[in-house]
Every structure is written in structure tokens, then in C-alpha cells.
């Protein structure tokens, strides 16, 4: 599908109070941009098409300027739900949003949506157009929400959705942050030990002559080998972040790999809680939009993150297919806690299922702060305590030689 080109338009207009207004949109030509402008009551005094090219080109970086976060499109469903619910129409809800939207990327993106809704295509099978956008979780609330009629409520929820896995991404990177720099910290230091101030160290032991202590040769060592093989091992660290990235999604790699994530010491629990926070959340919010089932643990299994969790909402699928309740296959399946299964159990019965899930998944949500503080106070000194270690020990092996040198000299 050829991909619509979007032109920047500076306009004056005048607004029903008088007053004249200055602004910028952009659009396929100056038509659609007085349209919209006539839509939002303003009244045209002039527009004009902005030259982007050159120097006044915005910097576009591949695969960075082009995201959209999770966080972008949280804000944007919050933004139109609190419109449509105001009574504003979905025309000129999508106009607004495709002018304020900060996330350029995501603003394009609005507005081809709004060109397909104005040309008589559904929300749902517009946004569905745009997946690194609007996932297939949002897609489908949506389609809901309009076969319904509750459009607004499916967009609240899905903005509460979206904001809650936000919070919780939120949670794991400052979990993660200090270990992350630390670490890095360390590497940095022992590679620039190695690399500059071993090798002087070594030939002033060199000059001296004399036998070196085994920890001092074992650096001098470890520091004759980074220097050869510092290029190869830059290029093997490339190439395998780039094999993951490239592998990270397919299902072989990630039955292989997925279940290991589980079963990590210290960080196996929490990767658990997350995908369990993840799954519940997730399939409450599409319960309560009205989408199917069926489909629902479709998408809810993917979105867990998890190929485990994902294996366990196939297994539910089918089950469910087959006339069975949902909370027994799930039993079978270590990941999920007998407390989830029962709740889960509980919720069919009581035909409140969503709300079930909704409270394991703040249960979850709890659990994954607490997890998070008590790794994080954890790890901070752990980590400390391993700098120290690795810094400290180079300087011991760098000046134990020098405990023997007066005897060289005499």
C-alpha cells in the first residue's frame, strides 16, 4: 500500500470570538487543511505550505525518530477517550489529536486514521493498519467499543491499561538502573586498567627483573590478551546483539530461551509476576470490552511476554473451545500460582470473572514493586561489594611486584 505524503501548512484563522489564531497542521493539500479548520469552527485567513526541505527539515533517525512508546499511545487513548465522552465526534477528536500529538510519528499516523474514518472506514480497521502503533489488544477493544456502542469506556480502558503497564515497565527499568550503571562502571574501569595501566606496570617489572607474584601475572596476562583481541571481541559482542534482535521473536528461539527466564535465580520470580500481572490485566480489560473469548486468549498470551504464559492461554483456547472452563488447563501449567487458578475458578462461577482478574492483577502489580525494592536494595551493595573486589584485587596484584623491589635493586 503506497504510503500518504503528508505536507506542513503554516494558516491564520479567525475563531467565532474574533480573534485571530496562528498555527501549523499538516496534511495531504490546503483543501483538506481548510476542511479540518471549517470542522474545528475557524474561520481561514490565509494558509500556507511550509518548505521542509533543507536546512529547515526536521532530523529523522531510522528505527528512533520513527518510535512510538507504549507511554505515546497510553496519553493518546486517554486524550481521546475524555473527547469523545465530552460529546466531541470522532472526526474532529482525531483532527485534534493529530495536531497536539508531541510524538510526530504517531501524529502521522492519527491523521491517516482520521483520512480512512472520513472516508467511511471503521476506527477499528483503521487503526489495524498501524500495529507498531496501535497493537492488536487496542484494535480489538476498539472494534468492540463500536460494535456496542460504548467507544468511550472501551478507550478509558484501554488507556487504564496501557498507563498500568507503563507503571510497571516503570518499576523494572529503575529497578534495574543502578546495577545496569554500576556494572557498566566496572567494565569501563578494568578495561581501562588493562589496557593503559598494566601494560606500564609491566614493563617497569620488566626492567627490574625478578619473578612476578602468580595474581600479577595472570593481569599482565589478561592485559596482553584484551590488547590483541579487543577488536574481535567488540566485533562478537555486535554480532550477537544483533543474532537476538534478529532471533528474539522466533518461536524456536524462544521456546529454547523463554523458559530459562523463569527459572533464573533471584530475577526467575519477578519475570513470573510480570508476565502473570501482564496476562491478567490484559484479558480483564478485553472481558470487559465485550471482545470474544477465543479471541481474546489469542491476543492476551502474546502480550504476556512469556511463551510459557503463551502455551498456557493456547491450552485455555481449546479448552474453552471445547466447552470446558478456562481456570483447568491452567492448573496443569506451573507458572500460574493455585491461588490464580482458584480466583480465576471463583470468577467463572460468579460470572465476575474480569473482575477476578483485575484483582489478581493488582495483587501482581504489588508484587512486582515489592520484588523490584527488595532486589534493588539488594543488589546495591552486592554490587559495591564486586567493584571493590575487582578494582581492589588489580591494585593488590599491580603493587605486590613492588613489595620486592628493594631486594631486586640490591
Known amino acids: 500500500m503506497a504510503t500518504t505524503t503528508l505536507k506542513?501548512?503554516?494558516?491564520?484563522?479567525?475563531?467565532?470570538?474574533?480573534?485571530?489564531?496562528?498555527?501549523?497542521?499538516?496534511?495531504?493539500?490546503?483543501?483538506?487543511?481548510?476542511?479540518?479548520?471549517?470542522?474545528?469552527?475557524l474561520a481561514p485567513i490565509s494558509i500556507t505550505e511550509v518548505n521542509t526541505r533543507g536546512l529547515n527539515a526536521e532530523l529523522s533517525i531510522p528505527g528512533?525518530?520513527?518510535?512510538?512508546?507504549?507511554?505515546?499511545?497510553a496519553v493518546m487513548a486517554r486524550q481521546m477517550a475524555t473527547m469523545i465522552a465530552s460529546g466531541l465526534?470522532?472526526?474532529r477528536a482525531l483532527t485534534i489529536l493529530a495536531e497536539q500529538t508531541e510524538n510526530k510519528t504517531l501524529a502521522r499516523m492519527v491523521d491517516t486514521v482520521r483520512s480512512d474514518v472520513e472516508s467511511g472506514s471503521s476506527l477499528s480497521v483503521a487503526m489495524a493498519k498501524h500495529p507498531k502503533a496501535f497493537p492488536p489488544l487496542m484494535v480489538n477493544m476498539v472494534r468492540a467499543g463500536e460494535i456496542g456502542g460504548f467507544l468511550?469506556?472501551?478507550?478509558?480502558s484501554v488507556a487504564k491499561n496501557y498507563e498500568s503497564e507503563v507503571r510497571l515497565r516503570g518499576k523494572i527499568k529503575s529497578a534495574m538502573t543502578y546495577p545496569v550503571v554500576v556494572f557498566s562502571i566496572a567494565i569501563v574501569a578494568v578495561v581501562g586498567m588493562l589496557l593503559f595501566i598494566v601494560p606500564v606496570f609491566k614493563n617497569m617489572f620488566e626492567n627490574l627483573g625478578g619473578t612476578l607474584p602468580l595474581p600479577t601475572q595472570i593481569l599482565v596476562g589478561l592485559s596482553q590478551g584484551l590488547r590483541v583481541g579487543a577488536i574481535p571481541l567488540v566485533i562478537l559482542i555486535i554480532v550477537g546483539v544483533a543474532l537476538w534482535n534478529r532471533n528474539r521473536r522466533k518461536l524456536g528461539f524462544r521456546e529454547k530461551v523463554e523458559p530459562l527466564f523463569l527459572k533464573a535465580p533471584?530475577?526467575?520470580?519477578?519475570?513470573?509476576?510480570?508476565a502473570l500481572a501482564r496476562f491478567t490485566r490484559n484479558f480483564a480489560a478485553m472481558l470487559r470490552a465485550g471482545v470474544p473469548i477465543l479471541q481474546s486468549l489469542d491476543i492476551v498470551g502474546e502480550v504476556s511476554g512469556n511463551?510459557?504464559?503463551?502455551?498456557?492461554a493456547i491450552d485455555v483456547r481449546e479448552s474453552v473451545r471445547r466447552g470446558n472452563s478456562i481456570a483447568g488447563p491452567l492448573g496443569q501449567h506451573p507458572v500460574f500460582p493455585a491461588m490464580v487458578v482458584q480466583m480465576m475458578a471463583v470468577g467463572e462461577d460468579?460470572?465476575?470473572?474480569?473482575t477476578m482478574l483485575d484483582k489478581v492483577a493488582d495483587f501482581y502489580d504489588q508484587e512486582v514493586e515489592a520484588t523490584t525494592e527488595a532486589l534493588t536494595s539488594l543488589i546495591e551493595p552486592l554490587m559495591i561489594a564486586v567493584l571493590g573486589a575487582i578494582v581492589g584485587g588489580m591494585i593488590v596484584a599491580l603493587y605486590m611486584p613492588i613489595f620486592g623491589v628493594f631486594d631486586l635493586i640490591q
Open 307 to 312: 511463551i510459557v504464559v503463551e502455551k498456557a
Open 8 to 41: 506542513k501548512f503554516d494558516y491564520r484563522v479567525r475563531d467565532k470570538q474574533g480573534k485571530v489564531q496562528v498555527g501549523h497542521i499538516e496534511a495531504q493539500n490546503e483543501a483538506l487543511v481548510a476542511r479540518r479548520l471549517h470542522e474545528m469552527g
Open 152 to 156: 468511550d469506556t472501551v478507550l478509558e
Open 64 to 73: 528512533l525518530s520513527d518510535r512510538v512508546s507504549l507511554k505515546d499511545t
Open 350 to 354: 460468579t460470572g465476575a470473572l474480569d
Open 266 to 274: 533471584v530475577f526467575g520470580p519477578l519475570v513470573q509476576k510480570i
Open 89 to 91: 465526534s470522532l472526526l
